[in-house]
Every structure is written in structure tokens, then in C-alpha cells.
């Protein structure tokens, strides 16, 4: 008979400056799309309070949007901004906070990305060059007085969050949305200094948002940054092909004010540059916390079998076993791990890790999507 998986190594305390937490699992962010008008109500703030009284060491928010004219691609994306949504979260993270549970907001702009259901903003789309995806039009090329309002923008949805009592703030910089279409030389085809050819150069725009937003933060207030190699738009690009051209894309963005990366990998198993420390190497977030010295948080197909982007096809995802996170997290090539899916179907999924019930993991049905289990 196997012994059980000692998963003790996933429920150590961690404390990043003010930010103190019970365990190493975060909830990872993912769109919900159930915020009429742009404000989250009592069945937003229910679903993220079920989470946080069972056992979530941090929660995520769903990507929540500056005040921008067109920062979102579907109606039901929650705002961050404006006297009513503001009110929202300010329910959403109170209830948290009473079940025991720490939160921060993931601040974003979704660029020139097209939304799933056909919706689109009555603005055009903005973006660095007018281009959602190589030889993809959609939108307009921002200008530096855009790029500056939206900076702003960005600092001022942050700084709102502190004031409401959130315990940390995510800014999005990943999935080929906003900051992204900014890193990837296939979407910013700018001749300012917003553009560039090299990937340090292109990160101009993220380190003045990560400036701006660290200003109205405070010294001692954590902030992440969530990054990606793939994008919605093409899952195999590859922003840094080595290591070097890393440490030149996220070096300036913590001496910026990143406190944390977070991440993200469509399978956090995968090793980030195999070819230097082999198949079983570190991960993304491995070699940014090696390259940077900062904290970090992996996440990709966390106990579950298939993707993210999988289930938007309607495939179902069986629960699988976490060896390979326990040996990655016990080797503290990581320092938190999101879990998106398995928690988002089962509020209760920390806990059966937690207690060991592995027999009660569920399977992801895409239906889970539709509805705030």
C-alpha cells in the first residue's frame, strides 16, 4: 500500500513585507464574468468568502479593470474604479477578511484582445501598435498621452485597493492582454520608447506602471506582477529564449517595485530552458526566482489533467496527483503555487489536500464555468 503524499511543504507558513499568510496555495485569477454594469455583488462576494473560509491561503481576484475607455472585452468583467464597484470590493474583501482569508485585486486592461461571447466596448480597443496578434488588426495605437493616462490609471485602481483593505495587489502582465501586447515584438511595432528591439527596451511601458503603482503603494504594500511566455494568441511564442534575455526583461521590472512574479505556465511542470538543466530543469518561475531574487508563484494545470484553454473547449479534467508539485515545492524552487481550476469547481479543494481526503477531488466539468459554485 503508498503512503499518503505529505503534502506538508504546501501548508508552511509565508510573509512577504506586510503580507503574512497561513500557506503556500493562492487561488489563481480567473474571469468570471458575473459583475452586471461592471459591479461585483453579493454572489461575487459570496463565492471568493466560501473560498477564503476554506482554507485559501491568497486569493486572486478575477481580473478587475482600470478606468480606461475600452480596458475590457466583455461586459460582465468587473470594474475598479467608479464609486459603485469600488463599493463592491469593498463587501467582497471585508467578507473575506471575516472568514480569515487575505486577498488582493489583479488590476489589468485587456488590450486589444477580442472577448469570447462576440461583446465589444463602444471605444476602440487600444493597444501598442493597433494589433491584437501578428498580421491581427483590431483597434488603435495608443499615444504617449494614452500610455500616460493609463499609467495613472493603473497606480490610482492600486492605491484604491489599499484604501479598501485588500492585503496585496496583482498587476496582469501576462496572456497576451495590455502589458503584454507591449512586451511581444509581434504586437508593439512602436519607433518611440515605448517599442524597441529588444524585450528590455519593450518593457519600458510595464516598469512605469510597476513605478507609478509602487509610488502610490508604499515601501512596505507587496505587489505582483503575473507575466507569461505564451499567449492567448499564439501559445508557443516564447518572449525570452534564454536565460540572459530574462534576467534583461525582469530584472529592471523589481528594481521597479516588483516584490513578486507570478508565473505563469499552461503546465507548471514544464521545465523553462531544457536544454540547459534538463527535462525535469526549473519551471518559469524557478529561473525568476533564481535570475531576480525575488519571491515568486508558479501555476499551470495544478491537479487536474488537460488546460485552462482546454476547458473553454468543453473538455473535462480529471484530478491527478501532485508529486511533481510537493518535489518542485519542497525544493523551494517556488514560493506559492495557484491553483485555478480545482478551486474554482471546488471551493473545498485546499481542505481535502489539507486533511488528505484525495478520494473527494472532482473532477473540472466546463459547466463550472457558467455558474459561482
Given at each position: 500500500?503508498t503512503a499518503?503524499?505529505?503534502?506538508d511543504?504546501?501548508?508552511?507558513p509565508?510573509q512577504?513585507?506586510?503580507l503574512?499568510?497561513?500557506?503556500?496555495?493562492v487561488?489563481?485569477?480567473?474571469?468570471?464574468n458575473f459583475?452586471?454594469d461592471?459591479?461585483?455583488?453579493k454572489n461575487v462576494?459570496?463565492?471568493?468568502?466560501r473560498?477564503?473560509?476554506?482554507?485559501?491561503?491568497?486569493?486572486l481576484?478575477?481580473?478587475?479593470v482600470?478606468?480606461?475607455?475600452?480596458s475590457?472585452?466583455?461586459?460582465?468583467?468587473p470594474?475598479?474604479h467608479?464609486?459603485?464597484?469600488?463599493?463592491?470590493?469593498k463587501?467582497?474583501?471585508?467578507?473575506?477578511?471575516?472568514?480569515?482569508?487575505?486577498?488582493?485585486p489583479?488590476?489589468?486592461?485587456?488590450?486589444?484582445?477580442r472577448?469570447?461571447?462576440?461583446?465589444?466596448?463602444?471605444?476602440?480597443?487600444?493597444?501598442p501598435s493597433?494589433?491584437n496578434?501578428p498580421?491581427d488588426p483590431?483597434g488603435?495605437?495608443m499615444?504617449?498621452?494614452?500610455?500616460a493616462?493609463?499609467?495613472a490609471?493603473?497606480a490610482?485602481?492600486?492605491?484604491?485597493?489599499?484604501k479598501?483593505?485588500f492585503d496585496?495587489v496583482e498587476?496582469?502582465?501576462?496572456?497576451?492582454?495590455?502589458?503584454d501586447?507591449?512586451?511581444?515584438?509581434?504586437?508593439n511595432?512602436?519607433?518611440?520608447r515605448?517599442?524597441g528591439?529588444?524585450?528590455k527596451?519593450?518593457?519600458r511601458f510595464?516598469?512605469e506602471i510597476?513605478a507609478a503603482t509602487r509610488?502610490a503603494?508604499g515601501p512596505?504594500?507587496?505587489?505582483?506582477?503575473?507575466?507569461s511566455?505564451w499567449k492567448q494568441q499564439?501559445y508557443?511564442?516564447?518572449?525570452?529564449?534564454?536565460?540572459?534575455?530574462?534576467a534583461d526583461w525582469?530584472?529592471p521590472?523589481k528594481?521597479a517595485g516588483?516584490d513578486?512574479?507570478?508565473c505563469?505556465?499552461?503546465?507548471?511542470?514544464?521545465?523553462?530552458?531544457?536544454?540547459?538543466d534538463?527535462e525535469?530543469?526549473?519551471?518559469?518561475?524557478?529561473?525568476?526566482?533564481?535570475?531576480?531574487?525575488a519571491?515568486?508563484?508558479?501555476?499551470g494545470?495544478?491537479g487536474?489533467?488537460?488546460d485552462?484553454?482546454a476547458?473553454?473547449?468543453?473538455?473535462?479534467?480529471?484530478?491527478?496527483?501532485l508529486?511533481?508539485?510537493?518535489?518542485r515545492?519542497?525544493?523551494?524552487e517556488f514560493?506559492?503555487?495557484a491553483v485555478?481550476r480545482?478551486i474554482?469547481g471546488d471551493?473545498h479543494?485546499?481542505?481535502k489536500?489539507?486533511?488528505?481526503d484525495?478520494q473527494e477531488?472532482?473532477a473540472?466539468?466546463?459547466?463550472?464555468?457558467a455558474?459561482?459554485?
Amino acid at each position: 500500500m503508498t503512503a499518503p503524499l505529505n503534502t506538508d511543504s504546501l501548508f508552511r507558513p509565508f510573509q512577504l513585507k506586510s503580507l503574512t499568510l497561513k500557506n503556500r496555495i493562492v487561488m489563481a485569477p480567473m474571469t468570471r464574468n458575473f459583475s452586471p454594469d461592471g459591479v461585483p455583488g453579493k454572489n461575487v462576494a459570496a463565492y471568493y468568502h466560501r473560498r477564503a473560509e476554506a482554507d485559501v491561503g491568497l486569493i486572486l481576484s478575477e481580473g478587475t479593470v482600470i478606468d480606461r475607455p475600452a480596458s475590457r472585452n466583455e461586459a460582465g468583467i468587473p470594474f475598479f474604479h467608479g464609486e459603485d464597484a469600488l463599493a463592491g470590493w469593498k463587501s467582497v474583501i471585508d467578507g473575506v477578511h471575516a472568514a480569515g482569508g487575505k486577498m488582493g485585486p489583479q488590476i489589468w486592461h485587456t488590450g486589444a484582445t477580442r472577448g469570447m461571447s462576440g461583446w465589444a466596448p463602444e471605444a476602440p480597443v487600444e493597444s501598442p501598435s493597433g494589433l491584437n496578434g501578428p498580421g491581427d488588426p483590431n483597434g488603435v495605437a495608443m499615444s504617449e498621452e494614452d500610455i500616460a493616462d493609463t499609467i495613472a490609471a493603473f497606480a490610482s485602481a492600486s492605491a484604491d485597493a489599499k484604501k479598501l483593505g485588500f492585503d496585496v495587489v496583482e498587476l496582469h502582465g501576462a496572456h497576451g492582454y495590455l502589458i503584454d501586447q507591449f512586451f511581444w515584438a509581434a504586437t508593439n511595432q512602436r519607433s518611440d520608447r515605448y517599442g524597441g528591439a529588444s524585450l528590455k527596451e519593450r518593457a519600458r511601458f510595464a516598469a512605469e506602471i510597476v513605478a507609478a503603482t509602487r509610488e502610490a503603494l508604499g515601501p512596505d504594500y507587496p505587489l505582483i506582477l503575473r507575466l507569461s511566455q505564451w499567449k492567448q494568441q499564439d501559445y508557443k511564442t516564447k518572449l525570452a529564449q534564454t536565460p540572459d534575455e530574462m534576467a534583461d526583461w525582469l530584472l529592471p521590472l523589481k528594481e521597479a517595485g516588483v516584490d513578486m512574479f507570478h508565473c505563469s505556465q499552461r503546465r507548471f511542470w514544464e521545465p523553462e530552458f531544457p536544454e540547459i538543466d534538463g527535462e525535469e530543469g526549473l519551471n518559469f518561475a524557478g529561473w525568476a526566482k533564481k535570475l531576480t531574487g525575488a519571491a515568486t508563484i508558479s501555476v499551470g494545470s495544478v491537479g487536474l489533467s488537460g488546460d485552462m484553454m482546454a476547458a473553454f473547449g468543453g473538455q473535462t479534467s480529471s484530478p491527478v496527483g501532485l508529486d511533481a508539485l510537493v518535489k518542485r515545492m519542497e525544493a523551494e524552487e517556488f514560493d506559492l503555487i495557484a491553483v485555478g481550476r480545482a478551486i474554482l469547481g471546488d471551493p473545498h479543494w485546499v481542505t481535502k489536500i489539507r486533511t488528505g481526503d484525495t478520494q473527494e477531488l472532482q473532477a473540472f466539468d466546463p459547466a463550472s464555468l457558467a455558474e459561482l459554485v
